[in-house]
């Protein structure tokens, strides 16, 4: 992995799948409730915080804007829970996650999320924290509270870059 360079994928299910859930519309099971005035798309991804005698957090995380290209030095991951991003201002964001290698970050891929795609990092995920893209965004954000130690942080041998270019705030980026 030295010093390799990545160009996002769109985020998919099938493609996210070996590091946690979309959290996304498309897809979902929909159920009609609240007599007919509400759609719930039900049970979107597999909330995992009860390790160790863990509790849910529900927080809003603003992150601050990235500006391409991304330098990813480090990974982090939470052994004890999952942990999951639910954009709030509708506009795209980056996802950077990596494999396990005995124990260090192994193959990163990056992932470009649309403003209405949200992830839940299985425990134990390798990831870099929050990359919000254009301006400071908002997210929702629901993760593991309580004792022991939640987060491993990895600094790489060599960094790797995250390539493209912006092609507007709405539109999110193209990557040729
Ligand atoms: N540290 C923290 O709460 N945030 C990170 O885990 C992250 O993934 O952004
Ligand atoms: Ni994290």
Redesign the pocket.
Known sequence: MAGSVLRPQPLTKAAFARFGDVIEIDGAEERLINQGTTRRFHDLAAVAVAKDGGHPLI?I?R?SAFALPITIAMF?R?PLGS?A?FPLNGRSWLVVVATDDGGRPGEPTAFLATGCQGVN?APGVW????LALHESSDFL?V?RGGGGIN?EEVTLDQPVIVEGYSIGPKIGIDFR
Not at 127 to 130: F, R
């Open positions: 927080s995380f992150g982090e939470h942990q991003f990092y990831h870099h924290p929050l954000v993760d987060l």
